[in-house]
Structure formats: C-alpha cells, structure tokens
C-alpha cells in the first residue's frame, strides 16, 4: 500500500515541500488505497490541515481510499483535530496522561471546517474569532481586523474561487477549506478553495487579459482590482493586506502555480506547489496594533458618491 | 403622498454583513419594496459590526444601479459610532457600480470623472 509519510512538523514557511509532498499521491489510481503515515507527526500548522484535507478529498474524487496510521501519543492537535475526517487506525495505545495532554493543547487550535455553504462559512468564522479572543486576548481592534479579513477572504473563496457571481445555488460547487491556530503572540489562519485561482480570476476583467500568473499575484493586492464580471471593489484583498503589513504580520498566498509572501517590507512572488485554486494564509500578531480604521475607514471616491449617500 | 419609511435595522441585516449572496437577495427585496414611489429605506447601521465593500457593492451599489439619481431620496441611513467606516464602505460599493456603469453605458452621462 502507497505510503505518505507526514514530517515531523509541517509550517508555513516550509509548506511548498509539504505540497510536493501530497502532490505525488495524485499519481495514484482508482481503487488504490493510500496510507498517510503520522507517526513521526508532531505539528501541523493550519496551511498544512487545509491543504491536506483538500488533497485527501481530491484523492477521494478519483476513487482512491485514503486512511491514516497515527501515533496518538505524539501527534500533533491541529493534524489530529484534521483526521476527524480521515479514518484512523491507532497504532499505539492511547495513554490516558497524553490523552489529557492533547486535550489540553488542543484547545490552541480550531477544528477544520469544510464550509459548503454561507452558513458554514459564516459559522466558521466565528468560531476562529471566540477561539481567538480566548486565546490570546488580541487588541479590540486586532479582533475586529481578523474577523473582517477571514469574512473577506473566504467569501473571495466562494465567490471568485467557485465563480458564484449572480444568484447562485446556496451550496457552493466544492468546500471552503478554513482551519487557525492560536500560537503564543500570534494566530495563523487558512482558507482554501478549490476553484478557479486567480490568475484566470483575474483575466476575466479586460484590464488584465495579458498578465502573467505571478503579476496576478502582484495585482491582487491591488485595490480596485478584480476579476468579478459584475464589477467589484476590489477591496478585500487589499485591506487585508494593508492590515497585516501595518500588524507586521504575514501574507501568504498560493494560486495558479506561484506563491506570494508579503510582509511590512517586502512582496515576493515565486513558483508555488497549490495548483488546485487558492490558498491564503495570513498571520497576525495579537498585542500589535492593527490599522482597520484607518485601511477601512477611508475612501477616495468623488463628490458624486458623497452626495448620494444621506442620513436619514 | 406621505412617505412609507421602511427601516432595516440590526434585527433584519444582523451585525456582520460580509458575504455578496446576503446582499444580493437584500437588494432584490429592497428593490421589490421600493417599487412603491411613497416608500423610502432607511438602513440603519449604527449596531453593525463588520460591512465588507463587496456586501455593499450588491446591496448599496445594486440598489442604485436601478434607483439612480433617486437613490439619495429613496434610501437613507442611519450611523452610530462606526460612521466613518460605514459611509466609507458604503461609498466604496456604489462607486464600484458607478465604475461599471460607466465602463459598459457610453451613454451614461450623469457622472463626471472625478
């Protein structure tokens, strides 16, 4: 039986060779049965759940089973929090002190959700958030900036991800993939679909027909750049990125092949291992400030808009 | 004719509006109420927490793409404490119909570039 063997700590920082890594198993075929192997697994970031899951539901797709062989006296919370939807066999005895271990530090993170609806989403979120705020007791206004970029992002994920423009179903095509982890000064949070990435998003609007995949990246952090059919603000990529670059966080995203990282200083795209949409992942840590009112609270729009917009 | 004022407040809208569905399916109500001239919208936002640009575009900016210059006489708002956010967002998410008209209606005339 095809073995995959889970490192023993899967981050951010290295999540490429981890993408590698689960990418070898779509040689696989119907009817095969593949093992993901965590016995040596002590960490796995939020990144690394969500894009597990999505390639064990790609696997699925083409008709190959998929189990897990875990250590559960070492692996780790958010890994195993995710094998809620892998089954699992046990290969070592579960050991009361370590269960009680486990239980305790799995409290850092939140289980992943497969979002097939706004519902869901909205419901996943909000857990992210009540997590957070227990955990790591964020500034008001840090809170308030994750709960609007994690809403931001993960409707870009149904909407643009999943091509929902005009009165689409309730249910999305295909899951949004949303997992955090509460680090000691810091949280991490993934949303990842499996749509259409967003170079060829991006395409869709005639101002960007041309670009290259890696300038897609570039030009998503823009604001006022979209590829909704309808029109868009193209604004929520944008202030999340704005936000996170003035927390000095990180973010990461990886489409259409390449992978962007931004953070206070730079912006830096290169070849990247998600081919099968998008994935962003941003951190943000809890005790800086984060600057919502100013990224969310200012507009340049004209006079003409300002004289539409009356109290009543 | 004396005006019908129809508020939506926090318990119709709730206090995160993020999601573009959400105020899509609110436009096509909002639009169906106003298909009576005396009625006027005030939305009230002074209890919303979070108003994401893209929820404002289909809702605010939807409403105007069939409204237009009458928007401002039909639809009225109400802030608390969160003013300056929420005029902001809602002025992203009309310019951005106002963008899209202009790109797609050569004959639109009735708004200069700024």
């Known amino acids: 039986m095809p073995e995959i063997a889970i490192p023993s700590r899967v981050a951010l920082e290295s999540l490429d060779d981890f993408l590698e890594l689960l990418d070898l198993s779509h040689c696989r075929q119907d009817g095969d049965t593949v093992m993901f192997d965590f016995t040596k697994c002590e960490h796995v970031c939020p990144s690394g759940v969500v894009s597990l899951v999505a390639y064990r539901d790609l696997l699925q797709l083409r008709g190959v089973q998929t189990i897990a062989r875990i250590n559960y006296t070492a692996i780790g919370y958010a890994a195993l929090r995710a094998l809620k939807v892998f089954p699992a066999s046990v290969t070592s005895r579960e050991v009361d002190v370590n269960g009680k271990h486990l239980r305790q530090v799995a409290g850092k993170s939140t289980e992943l959700k497969r979002c097939t609806n706004l519902a869901e989403t909205e419901e996943a979120v909000q857990t992210i958030v009540a997590k957070i705020n227990d955990e790591l007791s964020p500034t008001v206004v840090t809170l308030k900036a994750v709960d609007y970029m994690i809403g931001e992002i993960a409707d870009n994920a149904a909407t643009h991800g999943y091509k929902r423009y005009k009165n689409p179903p309730p249910e999305f095509p295909k899951p949004v993939y949303i997992c955090s982890m509460a680090y000691k000064d810091r949280v991490e949070v993934a949303v990842l679909d499996r749509g259409q990435g967003i170079h060829e998003s991006l395409r869709t609007n005639p101002d960007y027909q041309d670009v290259s995949a890696s300038d897609a990246l570039r030009i998503s952090l823009h604001e006022e750049s979209s590829g909704h059919p309808y029109g868009s603000p193209g604004f929520g990529l944008y202030s999340a990125a704005e936000m996170i670059r003035g927390n000095r966080g990180t973010l990461y995203i990886w489409s259409s092949s390449r992978r962007l990282v931004m953070d206070e200083t730079r912006v830096k795209v290169a070849k990247g291992k998600y081919q099968q949409g998008t994935l962003v992942s941003f951190v943000v840590r809890a005790s800086n400030p984060t600057p919502y009112d100013e990224v969310v609270g200012e507009s340049d729009v004209g006079a003409y808009i300002d004289e539409l917009i009356r109290e009543a | ?114």
């Open chain 2, 1 to 114: 004719m004396e005006p019908k004022v129809i508020i939506w407040d926090s318990s119709k809208l709730g206090t995160r509006l993020v999601p573009r569905l959400k105020g899509q399916q609110l436009k096509e109500e909002a639009l169906r109420l106003l298909k009576d001239e005396s009625a006027i919208l005030v939305v009230d936002l002074s209890s919303v927490e979070i108003l994401s640009s893209g929820y404002a575009k289909e809702l605010f900016g939807g409403i105007w793409e069939c409204l237009g210059t009458a928007f401002p006489e039909r639809v009225r708002f109400t802030f608390g404490s969160n003013r300056r956010i929420m005029w902001n967002t809602i002025a992203r998410g009309i310019s951005a119909s106002v963008e899209r008209r202009r790109r797609t209606d050569t004959e639109f005339s009735g708004v200069a570039a700024d």
